[in-house]
């Protein structure tokens, strides 16, 4: 399975929400999950299984399907009750 | 023997190697199987020379842009684009660039290990970014390579200390939480627009409560957004310029819109690219700069993008954004009218400063913090490259600039300063804003005054 996060650019604030999500799975102990980055302009449904961005991009995300909206990109309690969800729906824990 | 060391100093100044390496070490140092030391060097190798490629593609495109400028304007028209930049100064100034930036990183350890200022700032891009610029002005004092490395390391480790550190009291108004911090290259100018809105409006009457229109948010694709607004400059420069020149001496007989809508285009596509290289460039290094700092540093405090705030005011994202690019056409006139070179507003920094601005100004004084905070910010990065370009060097004239607020400021300090005083001012001032930095410290005073010493 293939998580992603996005944002404007594709540099910064996903990039720190991939290395949040691989620390949250490795918490989890949960293994073969590949994680990425895109910026909003690359990203296409194909490249992600689900994707996670910030509240306020969730209008610019609708195209990709399966979005997970995160209310606020730095929490990382969030951030792991909303990993937690997608891996438990996936059966991976 | 002597081969044997030719080819270490080939190694060493050939940046996408010395890239890799660094990525190499970090990985090591993480302990990483062999697989992905070797996966992540190859990619951050191959990272840079994408790079590379796309400052080709940038130049391309500017360089038709600069030739139409000059035959309609008969002045210069500056293109503020951190990536254009960057990728133009790294195939010559590439070596120093990755040295700095290592050594930067490591100061910034070093700093919040002994100071009280715990910022580790893990904006990645931003961190190249400054130290390339850092490498182009500390190449125009001539300092020899150790020297050159030291300070410019230094001097990189202190701004990503002291850029948070300013914004600090009005990001946690924002974030309601003081363990994140904010780390882009816009602080300077963030920190601004929250002073600025303390004074003018009331933040009860937040920019949250107005209903605003969501049908920008297309914006926030860059690829969308430099396309459409450099779709617009080129046309433009292009009515001025005219038809005939134009497919005389630059489209080879192409209809003279039609080419400026490609080299709009083309520019759009010079900066994708260099975006993707970006993120090959910083996939290892990052991590490996945040494990390693969550270790040496327990009590850290990660300094992160701009974004991150952005969920907490979605409309004063907006009017920032807005307000802040009206700010860079006013200047634009002015710039006209008074016939200094001509900056263009660039959609990327009036985009994501701007817009950070606004969150800034909405916080400590809603929408009018917001509206004013903002213009005044979008004022100041459409004048600050004129300053900073005349200490760029050869990179001055290249058509294009860096344009958020701590560029400018930390350029402009460093530039001053080898103007005035050559080698030894820069070093003296670059230990000076050490030595408070310790002193606020020692003495445990309230972290305001550095706001002053940085500018």
């Known amino acids: 399975m293939k998580m992603a996060a996005v944002c404007g650019s594709g540099l910064g604030s996903s990039f720190m929400v991939e290395m949040n999500i691989n620390s949250i799975l490795n918490e989890l102990g949960v293994t073969g999950v590949e994680v990425a980055h895109y910026d909003m302009g690359s990203a296409t449904p194909d490249l992600a299984d689900v994707f996670f961005v910030g509240g306020d991009l969730a209008d610019s995300a609708q195209h990709l399907g399966n979005v997970v909206i995160l209310d606020s990109i730095i929490d990382m309690d969030e951030l792991r009750e909303k990993v937690k969800a997608v891996c438990s729906k996936e059966g991976l824990l | ?455």
């Open chain 2, 1 to 455: 023997m002597n081969s044997v060391l030719n080819i270490l100093i080939d190694i060493a100044s050939t940046p996408a190697i010395l890239v890799a390496l660094i990525a190499v070490l970090g990985l090591g140092l993480q302990k990483k199987p062999i697989s992905d030391v070797v996966r992540g060097g190859i990619k951050t190798f191959v990272g840079f020379l994408v790079v590379t490629a796309g400052a080709g593609v940038i130049e391309g495109s500017l360089a038709p842009f600069g030739e139409m400028f000059q035959h309609a304007f008969n002045m210069q028209g500056v293109v503020p684009n951190n990536e254009a930049i960057v990728a133009l100064a790294l195939t010559k100034y590439g070596t120093y660039t990755a040295l700095i930036m290592l050594a930067g990183m490591a100061f910034n350890i070093l700093i919040a290990r002994i100071t009280k200022f715990k910022y580790i700032y893990l904006t990645g891009h931003a961190t190249l970014y400054m130290a390339c610029m850092i490498a182009v002005i500390m190449s125009v004092t001539k300092m020899s390579a150790v020297p050159l490395v030291l300070v410019g390391g230094l001097a990189l480790g202190l701004a990503n200390t002291i850029f948070p550190a300013i914004a600090q009291p009005f990001t946690k108004q924002i974030t309601k939480n003081d363990s994140v911090a904010l780390g882009h290259t816009g602080n300077f100018g963030y920190a601004l627009s929250g002073f600025i809105g303390k004074y003018v409006g009331n933040k009860e009457k937040s920019t949250e409560d107005i209903n605003f229109p969501k049908g920008l948010s297309f914006l926030r694709d860059s690829t969308v957004s430099i396309t459409l607004t450099m779709g617009i400059v080129y046309t433009i420069v292009a009515l001025f310029a005219g038809n005939d020149f134009i497919s005389k001496n630059l489209s080879n007989g192409t209809n003279y819109i039609i080419y400026a809508l490609q080299q709009a285009g083309m520019f759009a596509a010079g900066v994708f690219v260099i975006l993707a290289g970006v993120r090959l460039i910083l996939a290892e290094i990052v991590p490996a700069f945040k494990g390693i700092s969550e270790k040496l540093v327990p009590n850290s405090i990660p300094a992160l993008d701009c974004p991150i705030v952005f969920p907490y005011a979605p409309n004063a994202v907006l009017i920032g954004f807005l307000t802040s690019f009206v700010g860079g056409i006013v200047s634009l006139f002015i710039m006209i009218a008074t016939g200094t070179t001509v900056i263009i507003p660039g959609v990327v920094p009036h985009f994501f400063c701007g817009a950070t601005a606004g969150v800034f100004g909405n916080a400590t004084g809603g929408v009018r913090g917001a509206v004013v905070g903002s213009f005044i910010h979008g004022v100041i990065i459409s004048f600050m490259p004129i300053l900073l370009m005349p200490v760029m060097g050869d990179l001055g004239f290249q058509g294009s600039t860096f344009s958020d607020t701590d560029y400018g400021v930390t350029g402009i300090f460093l530039g001053k300063l080898a103007d005035m005083g050559g080698q030894i001012a820069v070093v003296a001032g670059v230990l000076a804003v050490l030595a408070l930095l310790i002193g606020l410290t020692v003495f445990g005073k309230k972290k305001t005054t550095e706001t002053k010493e940085a500018a």
